[in-house]
């Protein structure tokens, strides 16, 4: 178990030196030291817990960490940047997605260095992401199960699609009903549905739910009620 901290501004330079170097032929090793050492991160009280472990989907990951801060009584500010950081640079060998040249492929710098303010790429932080998108869902995480079914390393376009508009990804019937779409019930994986372009896929009920938005208030509008309104193209990723 290794303890929480909280990376300063200079071991957040240090974390992204290292993420951009992954683009390179000749990456920088990984830089472990600076999660613990004092120049380049700070403790945290209370004093909060975590191991390195994979995390099968991201609501596994997400649900892990709400349970070891609350069995620390630790309430994370979602904008703290150099936790998050943190965090990412901890958790980084156990979910960065790595090439077949056996290098790791981390992607935007913004899936492990948060955009604390800025809600549109806020949500692309591997971590924060899932964590934020479960913490709007905690009554009942499994109806946000669209977005949170995936391997933390790699979201895909429905994650992109819905988490990217706070509208949609915090309402519940929204996310109720997109789950049905376009998670199969019985494995808890994405259906085929998940990864279409065109119709019965996740950018087509962006389009579908903004038309409903200009004449319905959507923030009211029960589960049941929008399931019946969706286009038939809908219908049948439910029943597939």
Known sequence: ????????????????????????????????TILSDPAWSERLEPVVTLE?????????????????????????????????SWIGCFLFPDICPVGRNGRPEPGANARWIPESTNWRRYYRHLIAGPYRIFL???DDPMRALAVL????????????????RQEIVTNPSIMSVATECFVDSATGR???????????????????LEQFDLAWDLSTLPTGALRTMLPREFGIALAS
């Open 1 to 32: 178990m290794t303890e929480l901290r909280r990376l300063n501004d200079g071991g957040i330079g240090v974390f992204q030196q290292f993420l951009d170097s992954c683009t390179t032929e000749t990456p920088n090793a990984y830089p472990a």
């Open 149 to 164: 079914c995936q391997r933390p390393g790699r979201p895909g376009d429905l994650v992109e699609q819905l988490a990217s």
């Open 190 to 208: 994405p259906r085929a549905s998940a990864s279409r372009k065109g119709a019965g896929g996740p950018r087509r009920l962006v389009a579908v």
């Open 52 to 84: 390195n472990r994979e995390f099968p989907s991201r609501i596994q990951l997400a649900q892990y960490l709400h349970e070891q801060f609350e069995a620390a009584n630790f309430r994370p500010s979602l904008t703290d940047r150099g936790l998050w």
């Open 136 to 138: 709007a869902h905690r």
